[in-house]
Each structure stands twice: as structure tokens, then as C-alpha cells.
């Protein structure tokens, strides 16, 4: 099979602390033009919990980390591949050899052979760390949507099917009608949402999306954005990149969007996305949002806080989170997530609006923070709240609160 050296560098690198997209692209067409080889690597993170799991019951002593992954490998495509067990035994094998561990094949054939036996029904006993492993989260991650949700609801939450379709929405000037059109004419099968479409391949579509008459915008993120209220004026988009709410409350309202972002690199994606959409009307800045701007106090109708979070509601996009997060970045998001909204509250002008909203399902992100912050400013009063359902967003599931000044 080819492309496993590249999907073991990929992987590499994830495990290392890189995002699994960058990881892709680093490898080049090798990787990102073999299809084998691509879902080999998201294969391999999706089932991180797992393959952990399952390695662990089958070796008396861990293994180091190269020989560790290049186990996982083996036993995602023996479960996801239709190669033969003796194969997939082989390519391992070979695989090790090209990346200098070619002193442990023999470890390795012994191990995926006895997975291919009997490896593949080893689950936990222990109905939390079970769990860990359906969702594919560290058992602490579990433990907390536990305590914000309760079992059934965390259970529910974290179990549900994930999709691994692309979700568009069209410009404003094309519309949905107009966009099905063009993906008829083009022969993309599609599955239409209350915001676009789940298509399957991107490539399919490249040409409308070099041309701005689509754009991908997960189902979540164009739920939250097509929340946002207005009463005329400059918006005011206070964590905007890579750009995509900015974009559609420009194109939707007409208005001026103040698009911030605290990273140069970021705003510049910013502009980027604006322009391929042919949208003029956003004004990206560089802003620390949790430093208070005395000359917009009170100068903006509508405030849309998309705080940074945990992303634990896009998994479906970015599984590599599940590997990423751990209690103390956790704590520093939730930390930020106060300063901003205390930050943004202040620039609402009297009854204008403010969105707080995160792509995250778990209650101390969300409604914590709101209720927060509606405890330290009266003046402000909960309009609606809303989290997308992870059975409606293929998986996702991103919460929204929308508040007025009165």
C-alpha cells in the first residue's frame, strides 16, 4: 500500500502536537492524493482512545511511541482496511523498516497477529472508561461532560454519529436554489441543510469556491451566524478569524463588519476569505479583544463574541482535539472566555445585541460564562440560547446565546 511512511511522518508529527491538517500538508500529494493513506491517518486519531486501549492489553510493557503508532496503524487497517490480516502484517513490517525500526518487526508481526485473532473485541470493563473509548476522549474529558450534563444526556452527546461530509453554504448573491442548481449541473449528489449542503468531495466544487459563489462553513458555524441580530450600523466580529461568520453577516446585512483577531497571520486569513468571496465591506484588524477599546464603548449595535474554546463540538471535523486538550489549556480558555465577554459587553450599544457563542458543547464554556456575566451587568438580559443538536448537525454540536442591553 503506498503512503504509509507518509501516513506514519503525519501521524508522527499529530502525535507531536501538530494539527492534523498541517500534518497532511506537510507530507505533500503523497498523502493528501491517496486516499488510503489520508483516511488511514484520521483513522488512527479517531480511534486514538481505542488502539491505546487495545495495545496496552496486548503487550506486557508499553512500547515506545514510534513502535506504539506504528502498531495503531496496523490495527486500523486491519479493522478498516479490506487488505488480508497477512498483508497488512507486511506492510507494517516494511514500513518499519523505511522509517529506521526495522530492529522490532518482529514485535510487531507477533502483535498485529494476535489482534488479528482476537485483539478486535477487547473493550473496557468500566462503564466511564468504555465510554472514553466510544467517544474517543481521555476518561477525564468523560468524567466532565458527565458532571455538566449527566449520563444520559453526556452519553448521547458523545456516542452520536459523526459525519465526514463537507457542509457548504452559497453567497448571498447565488442563494440555496441557485447553488443546488450549480451542484446538479456539476452532478454532486448532496444532502440539503437549513444553511446549504453536505457534499462529498470538495474538489467537486473547487470551481464555485475559487469563485465565491459557495464556501465550506460547517453546519454549526452558519447555525451561529445566521443567529446574529441587527439594528443597523458597523458590527462587530471580536474573535473573526479564519473569517467565515464575518463574511456571511456582511454579505447577509450589507453592513460594515469590524472583523478582529489578536494574531497578524490570522487576520490576514481574514482578508483572504473576504476577498475570494468577493465581500468588500470587512474591515479586518489586529486586536487583543480582551483589551478594552475606550472609543467603541457603546459604539456598536451588534457584538458577535465567537469565543475561543475547546472545539469539542466540531470532533467530527477535528478529531485531533481528543488528542490536543488537556485540563490546563482548558483552564486557560476558560479564563479568556471571561475577560472577552466582559470586554465585548461594553462595546453594546443601548438596545443593541451581543451573540456570545463557541463551538463547544460543554456547559462550563457556555452558559456558565453567560449567566457569568449577565450576574456582573444587569443591564443586559438573555434573549435566547440555543445548542445545535448533535443528531441535526451531523455530529457537531455549537451553542449560541444571544443577549440584549436594555
Not at 473485541?121 to 465510554?131: A, F, K, S
Not at 460594515?256 to 490576514?268: G, M, S
Request: glycine share 8%; hydrophobic share 40%; net charge negative.
Amino acid at each position: 500500500m503506498r503512503g504509509l511512511v507518509e501516513a506514519y511522518r503525519a501521524l508522527n508529527d499529530v502525535y507531536g502536537g501538530s494539527w492534523i491538517d498541517e500534518a497532511i500538508r506537510k507530507q505533500g500529494a503523497a498523502l493528501s492524493d491517496n486516499k488510503g493513506a489520508f483516511r488511514l491517518v484520521y483513522g488512527v486519531v479517531e480511534h486514538e482512545y481505542l488502539y491505546e486501549y487495545r495495545v496496552f492489553r496486548l503487550v506486557n510493557r508499553a512500547p515506545k511511541s514510534a513502535i506504539k503508532l506504528l502498531l495503531k496503524m496496523g490495527m486500523c487497517l486491519l479493522d478498516c482496511s479490506a487488505l488480508p490480516a497477512y498483508t497488512v502484517v507486511s506492510e507494517i513490517a516494511e514500513t518499519a523498516k523505511k522509517v529506521g525500526k526495522g530492529a522490532v518487526v518482529g514485535f510487531l508481526n507477533a502483535v498485529l497477529r494476535s489482534y488479528a485473532e482476537k485483539g478486535k473485541d477487547l473493550y473496557p470493563d468500566d462503564p466511564q472508561e468504555l465510554l472514553s473509548v466510544r467517544a474517543n476522549l481521555p476518561v477525564w474529558l468523560v468524567d466532565r461532560y458527565i458532571q455538566e450534563w449527566g449520563e444520559e444526556e453526556a452519553t448521547r452527546r458523545l456516542t452520536m454519529p459523526r459525519t465526514v461530509k463537507t457542509h457548504i453554504r452559497p453567497a448571498f448573491s447565488v442563494g440555496k436554489e441557485g447553488l443546488a442548481d450549480l451542484l446538479r449541473e456539476r452532478s454532486v449528489s448532496y444532502e440539503e441543510t437549513a444553511h446549504g449542503f453536505y457534499i462529498g468531495a470538495v474538489s467537486a466544487v473547487s470551481d464555485l469556491l475559487r469563485e465565491g459563489k459557495a464556501t465550506v462553513m460547517s453546519y454549526g458555524s452558519a447555525e451561529v451566524a445566521s443567529a446574529v441580530p441587527y439594528i443597523g450600523g458597523e458590527i462587530l466580529d471580536l474573535c473573526a478569524a479564519p473569517g467565515g461568520k464575518s463574511v456571511y453577516l456582511a454579505e447577509k446585512y450589507g453592513a460594515p463588519v469590524v472583523a478582529c483577531d489578536l494574531h497578524p497571520h490570522r487576520v490576514e486569513l481574514v482578508k483572504k476569505y473576504a476577498k475570494r468571496m468577493r465581500v468588500d465591506n470587512v474591515i479586518a484588524r489586529v486586536e487583543d479583544g480582551t483589551v478594552l477599546k475606550k472609543e467603541w464603548v457603546g459604539a456598536f449595535g451588534t457584538v458577535l463574541l465567537d469565543a475561543p474554546c475547546s472545539g469539542l463540538g466540531s470532533l467530527a471535523a477535528n478529531p485531533d482535539i481528543a488528542i490536543h486538550r488537556n485540563a490546563y489549556d482548558m483552564n486557560d480558555l476558560s479564563c479568556a472566555q471571561y475577560r472577552l465577554i466582559e470586554t465585548a459587553g461594553k462595546y453594546v450599544k443601548q438596545f443593541g445585541f451581543m451573540e456570545y457563542s463557541t463551538c463547544s458543547d460543554l456547559p462550563s464554556e457556555d452558559g456558565d460564562v453567560v449567566r457569568w456575566f449577565l450576574d456582573r451587568d444587569p443591564s443586559f438580559l438573555l434573549q435566547e440560547e440555543h445548542y445545535t443538536d448533535p443528531a441535526e448537525g451531523g455530529g457537531e454540536s455549537y451553542y449560541y446565546a444571544i443577549l440584549r442591553k436594555v
